[in-house]
């Protein structure tokens, strides 16, 4: 059984946010699992642990927004205006450290993996939404850093197995 210490464990929320929720699918509904990230939020502060709010977002020209070839263009801005809003029943807290990534994953290109690691956070918790837990992984940590990765039973859609990696 992984024990965890308060000391060095975060607790990563990823793509909680307004815009993103209704597309969210899985065996739990999406204020379900809202509340329940909310609750462990609570209980990580609580015991002093990071609690890391990780969403996507892009600037309001899109330079750098993700652009790969596509079947059917998606329409000019037609991102919903809450895009970026958390939903206040997550209790969102100004302790909390924001992490913005701007494609599918959390780690590649954003400055998660520091703020973890420097903290000394090396097991972490994930509250993910589906379009990011399903397809998003732990990676390997470049360097001897290793990551331990926890999933709650909460997430939307099945979490990604717990595992130990280093490189």
Known sequence: ???????NTALVVIDL???????AGGPHRADEVVARAARLANKCRQQGSPVIMVRVGWSADFAEALK???????????LP???WTYPATLGKQESDIEVTK?????FYG???ELQL????????????????SASNPPPAMPGSWVLTWSSPKMPAAPPPPSSIRAV
């Not at 701007?102 to 959390?106: F, T």
């Open 102 to 106: 701007r494609q599918w994953g959390a």
């Open 110 to 112: 954003t400055d998660l």
């Open 17 to 23: 946010q307004e815009g993103i929720l209704p597309f």
């Open 68 to 78: 790969q070839p596509v079947d059917a263009q998606a329409g000019a801005h037609t």
């Open 117 to 132: 690691r420097r903290r000394g956070s090396t097991p972490l918790f994930s509250a993910a939404s589906p379009p990011t």
């Open 1 to 7: 059984m992984l024990e965890l210490n308060a000391k």
């Open 81 to 83: 205006e809450n895009l």
